[in-house]
């Protein structure tokens, strides 16, 4: 088993800063591939960005790339979110995923499904 506790969360002003973390235990964080997926109101949840399990390859999504910086420091079993230049589009919950896998292929990396843990999310408000 896995747990996963996001914090970081909270209320921003638009071209802000937030950096949201992910603490894991339970079992070995640093064979893990990890990710990113957010939930907007009224829509599903979609994926973010993704991390190995050495930090050697990121994935975003098209919308948050050249803003946000997904990262992990397998010391201290915790992966990072820093999302930069931030806008009302970017409020969701933003959940945290560790796949039982080091590294997901190109057709994965973007699916719920290829993520066997999760954790509880955090709320991420931009106001205009």
């Known amino acids: 088993q896995v747990q996963l506790v996001e914090s970081g969360g909270g209320l921003v002003q638009a071209g802000g800063s937030l950096r949201l973390s992910c603490a894991a235990s339970?079992?070995?964080?640093?064979?893990?591939?990890m990710g990113w997926f957010r939930q907007a109101p009224g829509k599903e949840r979609e994926f973010v960005a993704y991390?190995?399990?050495?930090?050697?390859?990121?994935y975003y999504t098209d919308s948050v790339k050249g803003r946000f910086i997904i990262s992990r420091d397998n010391v201290k079993n915790t992966v990072y979110l820093q999302m930069n230049t931030l806008s009302p589009e970017d409020t969701a919950v933003y959940y945290c995923?560790?796949?039982?896998?080091?590294?997901?292929?190109?057709?994965?990396?973007?699916?719920?499904?290829?993520?066997?843990?999760w954790g509880q999310g955090t709320q991420v408000t931009v106001s205009s």
């Open positions: 991390i190995s399990w050495n930090g050697a390859t990121t």
């Open positions: 995923a560790a796949s039982a896998r080091p590294f997901l292929a190109s057709n994965l990396y973007s699916r719920e499904g290829a993520y066997e843990y």
């Open positions: 339970g079992r070995s964080f640093g064979s893990s591939a």
